[in-house]
């Protein structure tokens, strides 16, 4: 059963990937149709249509993460370049993630023109800073939900978490959701017999330590076994907001024991 379940999970992410949505554009024909409407066709069916944009092959965030890298080597820091912007920002593209992209670019593009880009990036992003709009943005990525803040177990995490329950029947599932830098305490899941925990990655890049061991990246769909009565900790990468699945393994005598905080000397050393 508990097979069936994981697998029926992993269908409705994979759908959720698919599914994305898909760019409908009417520049060329609104703007040119008249004057070069071949030109217009090419545009909005062929470069916006099935062939480019909408082919599934790149999602459209790292589309428009290219995009706006190519026109900002070229110097193209035009209105165009601020379209590109602005739909970037509806395919997900965070304030942290175009501001990392423009500092890379400009040891390639040029300072000059990463001081453009800059600019305009800035406009676009103005009211990114509101914690609420990136979590808004957040939950568009996945198909659970962010769900309540944490409270039963703020005092066991670093930053602010969420929590929503997904099955309360056969497994214990709950969707728990971290803000950038949001991670929890060193803890034990406890059991004599069984026990234990599984995350299954679903939105955003976090991290999975275990005592002694490297720290292992989660991304979506990534599967992390955790036996009972293994020291650990999971959270959010410093530059992403990050959602796993917990699945509560059954056990005999099954407790969890907090432990202390993952200091930021020890987190840090992960972002590097």
Same mark, same amino acid.
């Given at each position: ?10 269908? =409705? /992410? $994979? ?11 009417? %520049? #060329?024909?609104?703007?040119?149709? @008249? ?65 990392? =992209? /423009? $500092? ?11 001081? %453009? #880009?800059?600019?305009?990036?800035? @406009? ?67 059991? $004599? ?12 890049? #976090? ?10 990246e989660i991304l ?12 650990h900790w999971h ?38």
């Open positions: 059963m508990n097979r069936i379940i994981l697998i029926s999970l992993f269908t =409705l /992410l $994979t759908f959720h990937v698919m599914a994305q949505e898909k760019i409908v554009q009417t %520049a #060329g024909r609104t703007q040119l149709g @008249e004057f070069a409407p071949k030109f217009a066709e090419l545009n909005d069916d062929v470069l916006f249509g099935e062939a480019v944009w909408n082919d599934p092959t790149l999602s459209l965030h790292d589309r428009s993460m290219v995009t706006i890298s190519i026109l900002l080597g070229k110097g193209l820091v035009d209105s165009s370049f601020r379209s590109h912007l602005e739909m970037g920002k509806r395919h997900g593209i965070t304030r942290q993630e175009i501001a990392a =992209l /423009l $500092t890379q670019a400009a040891f390639y593009a040029g300072w000059p023109n990463a001081w %453009a #880009g800059f600019r305009v990036a800035k @406009e676009v992003w103005a009211d990114s800073t509101d914690m609420a709009t990136e979590k808004e943005r957040f939950q568009q990525e996945m198909i659970f939900p962010i769900g309540e803040p944490n409270t039963a177990y703020a005092k066991y995490f670093i930053g602010n978490s969420y929590l929503a329950p997904v099955s309360r029947e056969q497994v214990y599932i709950s969707n728990v959701t971290f803000e950038p830098r949001c991670r929890n305490n060193w803890h034990i899941h406890k059991a $004599t017999k069984g026990g234990g925990q599984m995350l299954v990655g679903v939105a955003g890049r #976090g991290w999975y330590q275990e005592e002694g061991k490297p720290a292992q979506p769909g990534t599967v992390i076994h955790i036996p009972a009565n293994v020291k959270g959010a990468a410093a530059d992403s907001w990050f959602a796993h699945l917990a699945f509560e393994i059954p056990g005999e005598n099954a407790s969890n024991e907090w432990l202390e905080p993952v200091t930021d000397e020890e987190y840090d050393k992960l972002q590097k």
